[in-house]
């Protein structure tokens, strides 16, 4: 179980009071900085004043986004969830890291809430799980108390930030926006990578060697040589390729294979 204390220090309505409510004022937040020996130079408690009018932005959600809390709390869990709902965010709550690796795939977008002290698998092996997977949903952490390896693990995993619990309602909100924004760029990036891979995949053994020089810039008559192939032969299955990877530029299908296999 996380600490009482919630995430948020001020509910988004006097209506829908967290547990353990506190009236607007100074609120303490994580603010983390570079060192020479994590990649950081400390995390820094700061204080800040967040005035009430902020508070009354509504974000802009991504379409089909989903922000994916995941917190052993239940209180923290709900607020979290419900805060999210009332500006205009689809929620998936989950109890722990595990239950939000069964239901993610490489279709899911959006972004995570969590804390990085989960129960279980814990927030540091949940980012590594969905690296492997490739699953794109970047990591705004949540920590109770200041613990510089444990927020480097998480920057390094991928993690747009990392808050101090209680912090200000919009620095939550500021850093979801950024994290949706990210996964729907990664998604897409990813998604394109998928279909490059599919392609690339309908070509024969020859035409990918023929690829691969083709992408060193490799002239057709020297391919022919190294391949022993007739130039037409090598021209007929350049233009195969093309309409393949459905391509209609040099450049372009020189960058689609550097996605499928960067040390082209």
């Known amino acids: 179980m996380m600490s009482e204390r919630p995430i948020a220090s001020q509910p988004c309505s006097p209506t829908d009071r967290g547990p353990g409510f506190r009236p607007p004022a100074s609120v303490s937040l994580g603010v983390l900085a570079a060192d020479d020996a994590f990649g950081v130079r400390a995390l820094a408690v700061a204080t800040v004043a967040t005035p009430p009018a902020a508070h009354s932005e509504t974000p802009m959600p991504i379409t089909k986004s989903k922000v994916y809390v995941v917190d052993g709390d239940t209180e923290n ?3 979290l ?6 500006k205009g965010y689809t929620c998936a709550p989950f109890a722990t890291a595990e239950d939000l690796l069964e239901a993610v795939d490489l279709q899911s977008r959006g972004c995570l809430v969590a804390g990085l002290d989960l129960p279980g698998l814990g ?55 950024l994290a949706v924004r990210k996964g729907a760029t990664e998604w897409k990036s990813r998604q ?55 391509v209609d530029s040099l450049a372009e299908l020189v960058r689609l294979a550097a996605l499928v296999d960067p040390k082209l």
């Open 77 to 79: 869990r709900k607020f």
């Open 81 to 86: 969830s419900r805060l999210l709902r009332t």
């Open 123 to 177: 927030g540091a092996a949940m980012q590594t799980k969905l690296r492997e997977r490739r699953v794109a949903l970047p990591l705004v952490g949540l920590i109770d108390r200041p613990n510089t390896r444990k927020i480097v693990a998480a920057m390094q995993g991928g993690a747009v930030t990392v808050l101090q619990r209680p912090c200000a309602i919009e620095e939550l909100l500021e850093a979801v926006r």
């Open 192 to 246: 394109q990578l998928a279909r490059t891979v599919r392609l690339y995949e309908t070509l024969s053994d020859d035409e990918k060697n023929i690829l691969r020089l083709i992408a060193q810039g490799i002239s057709n008559k020297s391919i022919a040589r190294q391949c022993e192939l007739g130039l037409r032969t090598v021209e007929s299955r350049r233009q195969t390729i093309f309409r393949k990877m459905q």
